[in-house]
């Protein structure tokens, strides 16, 4: 969910970066790992949201919650041979409805199941707007890549740690529901936790942002290992170098050393994606590419999805069917002014009357994942 390509990390004082080799406690072992990945194999498919969702709260509260939809474009899915998908909650859903949200929550993942699809849901997320509010959302600015997206916790939470526990219930809640369903793959417990949105909402964000999100992070992943959830955890890291311990920043260490499987975007071209895996294969775990898939950047199906596959490293792209999150639209759309749809799409598959965007990556994509 990148919308830029570099970030500025503020200095604070942390205790120096230890290696990573040693084991954390509650961490799955790397036997574990590799057995999880054994187990499930090759998973494809991409970061979801219904294209008359805004956001994840247009998506989930019971007003707007539209299992039909949500039903049409998995059948899309599953033939596309997509057996995965990777999705957001709130923390705002918790307070709002508990039991009406793990009541959605099933019903989605049963409509997945019956496409053959699994779920990692993503609990915590800093990009895009820092101050959500529940109920009815406004509806998208024309022309503007995910307009509505909202960060959670907001601003006023993630800036304030005395506040984190106030989160627990929520985490804990959706965790012990859900522990043992074998329709869920992977918990990702925080999107791009430092990311800064400088080219959206940077006005609106924390200066010591990176190290907010750090504490919430390290303290989301205590309180799931005190329940022992039957599927793992991940965080992905985003940008930066991580070809050594040394290299990477303190919220990309507690990324990587509380992940029982590893995670990471890439929206950048083979050569890049390739360094990215390579850095990462030093973990000897699974590794999931999280978000890819940005074509006027050189991430397209053609060029990235067989190296994934080749890497036997499970993918994610980013959109499915275009709808008013509006992610045809590149990242510049916040700052450039467009007025027209761009002939080059930036993410997304499908048109919302269920045609294809391109024939030829549809077909390309069913030849990789073996789909007749």
């Known amino acids: 969910m990148n919308n830029i390509k570099h970030i500025v990390v503020l200095a604070v004082v942390l205790p120096a970066i230890q290696g990573l080799t040693e084991q954390i406690p509650g961490r799955w072992s790397v036997e574990q790992a590799q057995a999880w990945k054994k187990e499930n194999g090759w998973r494809v498919g991409c970061n979801y949201i219904p294209a008359n969702a805004v956001n994840q709260l247009e998506m989930w509260q019971a007003d707007t919650f539209d ?3 949500i039903d049409k474009e998995l059948a899309l899915a599953e033939g596309l041979g997509f057996n995965s998908l990777r999705v957001y909650l709130h923390d705002l859903l918790w307070q709002q409805d508990q039991q009406g949200f793990l009541k959605r929550m099933d019903t989605f993942l049963s409509i997945c199941d019956s496409h053959g699809i699994k779920v990692m849901f993503v609990f915590f997320d800093s990009c895009w707007d820092p101050n959500p509010k529940p109920g009815k959302q406004k509806e998208p600015a024309p022309h503007v890549h995910n307009p509505g997206w909202l ?3 907001g601003v006023a939470i993630l800036g304030d740690p005395a506040k984190y526990d106030s989160l627990k219930g929520y985490v804990t809640g959706v965790v012990s529901h859900f522990k043992d369903d074998p329709r869920i793959l992977a918990w990702d417990v925080f999107n791009e936790p430092d990311n800064m949105n400088d080219n959206s909402y940077a006005n609106d964000e924390l200066a010591n942002k990176p190290e907010f999100a750090r504490q919430l992070l390290e303290k989301s992943v205590g309180w799931i290992r005190e329940i022992r959830p039957a599927q793992p955890l991940t965080s992905a890291p985003w940008w930066g170098d991580w070809s050594s311990d040394e290299k990477l920043a ?4 507690a990324q990587l050393e509380n992940s029982d499987v590893i995670s990471f975007h890439c929206y950048d071209g083979a050569n890049v994606m390739r ?3 390579e850095a990462l294969k030093r973990f000897d775990r699974p590794i999931l590419c999280s978000e890819y898939m940005a074509r006027s950047s050189g991430s397209t199906f053609e060029i990235i ?3 994934l596959k080749q890497e036997n490293v499970s993918a994610y792209s980013w959109g499915f069917v275009a709808g008013k999150t509006q992610t045809q639209y590149s990242w510049d759309s ?3 002014k467009y007025t027209t749809e761009p002939d080059l799409w930036f993410c997304d598959i499908y048109r ?3 045609t294809a965007y ?3 990556e549809v077909a390309l994509i069913k030849k990789l994942t073996g789909k007749k």
């Open 67 to 69: 299992p039909k939809t």
């Open 151 to 153: 960060q959670s916790p």
């Open 250 to 253: 303190p919220v990309q260490k």
């Open 275 to 277: 360094e990215r895996i």
């Open 305 to 307: 999805l067989p190296i």
């Open 334 to 336: 916040w700052l450039k």
């Open 352 to 354: 919302p009357d269920g």
């Open 358 to 360: 391109d024939k030829s």
